[in-house]
């Protein structure tokens, strides 16, 4: 929060401060003169000589005109500051999520934390310091005050003080519960959110309608949406009987006010006028007193929440960690476990893995085996495993993250599907609209993406999502193509692909598979897949159950071993083949 503060400390905020100055001294200036030209009317309208009347008259006028100058200035430079803020403190944040550690994004924790925070973001930054300045303004200009009307029953000010003070206590009990709620209601806020998108999601839209959800999503988002309005109806109706009540005390006492100026002090014309001016001038200025007070006292309640999501911890970016420069000779695990951290088992158990430089590892086994979860820990992703993970023999913790990133590439079962055109999607990582040309060229042909990306209406610059601009949507199997195309266009020496043909046709798996080899020729590869046909051309072939290793080895060593990944692999192939008595089955593509 200071540092943003600090960066924004220009000419503008040294006018504001100037300005909130000046603003102080004016008011006073004019209830001096007030009191000037209430004690010179009686000897002006005596003697006829009104020159030195309409003359103060005049000086009057333009301190009146001077102020409301000063407070469209001071309007007009709030506002710059306070957007020239709100963009500083927004980039903050999200640069701060931007590195927050993976796993802490799959903590609902995390993410009522943010959208406390997003709730109350708008209240912190440029406000903060408005209100300081208001506060130091107001507070100089009452005592300013007070000296100007010293002459006033003390009675009057020691009420005014106490009607501000009612209205700071009373308020920040408010702001208090308005926190809680929320924090109360963060969690159902997002779940609402999710079920209204739902409503419109345009790759769930069909299911939902065709299963007829609507109904059931809507009863979900209802009850979850007016729960939280009546919670906030119900706070809202208490602060407005709470101002209300206030309201009425401070009328009642200023009553009491104006019967203890009339019944108990003598007074001047002069007096009288600078009098009943001064005490609406106080009045405004206590009312902003109290309203910098609360304001501060909001802040400060709800500036934990800043912090909270600012002090979240980050992907380590330590300099003494080395940089990788890529694989030599190997990838070990070594008694590598892994556990959710709201899960009741092992995801991962004792694995002990060696993937040669150069090797093509095809890792194969049932749904929920663990096959994923270890390729985010060898990504990285997940760093609260046990054991080790080596890359040439050194720790891959002791690696600067960033750089082992540079040396992957990666295709993941939920891989980004961005609104941007098809070249945008393959080569987004050398920025927008950039690229190498050859190598997106041949990405796209290694990948079998050639054929449709060819016939797009304005080819590699069509947007790929016709919720934005004009774009063109794709099938599943033409996304997973783009996908791997961007695995590809990366060229990384380490390549990582979760079921890289689970969306693919036949015909196009034959020529996919082509690339695929070609492309990861001299590359350290591993294929995560249920398609054991290219399990054939693997170097070794990883069989996991349940979070274990439990073969491994070749594809001729696993068939003749005939174990788990036989039976896996005759399986699957009696679909795609009419196998006589004694056939060997063949390869399925
Ligand atoms: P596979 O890729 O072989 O299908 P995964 O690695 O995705 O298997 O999952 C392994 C186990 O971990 C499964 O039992 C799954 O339910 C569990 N799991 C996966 N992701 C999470 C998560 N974020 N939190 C808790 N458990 C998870």
């Known amino acids: 929060m200071l540092s943003v503060l600090k960066r924004t400390f220009s000419w503008k905020l040294y006018c504001f401060v100037v300005l909130a100055g000046v603003l102080v001294i004016l008011p006073n200036a004019q209830l001096m003169i007030t009191e000037y030209i209430g004690n010179s009317l009686p000897a002006a309208i005596e003697h006829r000589q009104f020159d030195k009347l309409i003359a103060l008259l005049a000086v ?61 973001l708008q209240h912190l930054g440029f406000p903060l310091l408005k209100h300081l300045i208001q506060f130091a303004k107001s507070s100089l200009t009452i005592a300013v005050m007070l000296y100007v009307m010293r002459n006033v029953h003390w009675s009057v000010l020691a009420i005014i003080v106490t009607v501000s003070f009612l209205h700071v206590f009373a308020i920040r009990k408010y702001f208090r519960k308005q926190m809680e709620i929320y924090m109360q209601t963060s969690e159902p806020s997002r779940k609402a959110k999710y079920y209204a998108g739902l409503l419109i999601d345009r790759e769930l839209v069909g299911e939902v309608r065709t299963f007829q959800l609507n109904s059931f999503i809507l009863s979900k ?241 069509t947007p790929l999502n016709p919720v934005f601009g004009d774009g063109v949507d794709l099938s599943g199997g033409q996304w997973q193509k783009i996908g791997l195309a961007r695995a590809y266009y990366k060229n990384s020496d380490i390549v990582i692909l979760d079921e890289p043909t689970a969306a693919i046709d036949p015909l196009s798996e034959d020529r996919l598979f082509e690339g695929m080899l070609a492309h990861l020729q001299n590359k350290t590869a591993l294929i995560l897949t249920h398609r054991l046909g290219i399990c054939r051309q693997a170097d070794k072939i990883i069989v996991m159950d349940g979070g274990e290793v439990v073969e491994m080895g070749s594809h001729d060593r696993l068939m003749s071993r005939g174990g788990y990944y036989k039976r896996m692999y005759e399986t699957q192939a009696k679909w795609y083949v009419h196998a006589k008595e004694g056939d060997l089955y063949p390869v399925p593509f």
């Open 60 to 120: 009057q006028a333009g301190i009146f005109a001077l102020i409301q100058l000063c407070i469209a200035l001071n309007k007009i430079l709030e506002t710059q500051l306070s957007s020239q803020y709100k963009c500083l403190l927004e980039e903050k944040v999200h640069t701060k999520l931007s590195n927050v550690k993976i796993t802490l994004l799959e903590r609902s924790e995390t993410h009522n934390q943010i959208m406390a925070l997003s709730n109350t």
């Open 221 to 461: 988002w209802k009850s979850l949406f007016f729960h939280i309005e009546k919670m906030q109806v119900r706070l809202t109706n208490k602060q407005d009987l709470l101002l209300g009540s206030l309201q009425m005390i401070s009328q009642a006492l200023q009553f009491m006010m104006l019967l203890i100026l009339v019944l108990f002090t003598s007074f001047t014309v002069g007096t009288y006028l600078m009098v009943t001016q001064g005490l609406l001038q106080l009045q405004n200025m206590a009312h902003e007193l109290v309203e910098s007070v609360n304001r501060l006292q909001e802040t400060s309640v709800y500036l934990p929440s800043f912090f909270k999501v600012m002090e979240l911890e980050e992907e380590e970016q330590d300099e003494r960690l080395l940089p990788f420069q890529g694989l030599k000779r190997e990838i070990k695990l070594e008694n590598v476990s892994f556990r959710y951290p709201n899960a009741a088992s092992y995801a991962l158990k004792q694995i002990n893995i060696e993937i040669k430089a150069g090797e093509k590892v095809a890792i194969v086994g049932h749904n929920g085996s663990g096959k994923t979860t270890l390729v985010k820990c060898l990504l990285g992703i997940y760093d609260h495993y046990e054991g080790e993970i080596f890359l040439d023999g050194i720790p891959m913790r002791h690696y600067d993250k960033k750089s082992v990133r540079a040396h992957l590439s990666v295709l993941l079962q939920h891989f980004g599907k961005y609104p941007l055109s098809l070249r945008d999607n393959i080569s987004l990582h050398d920025g927008e609209g950039g690229g190498h040309a050859d190598r997106l060229l041949e990405a796209v042909r290694l990948s079998d993406a050639s054929g449709f990306a060819d016939g797009l209406p304005n080819g590699i610059e």
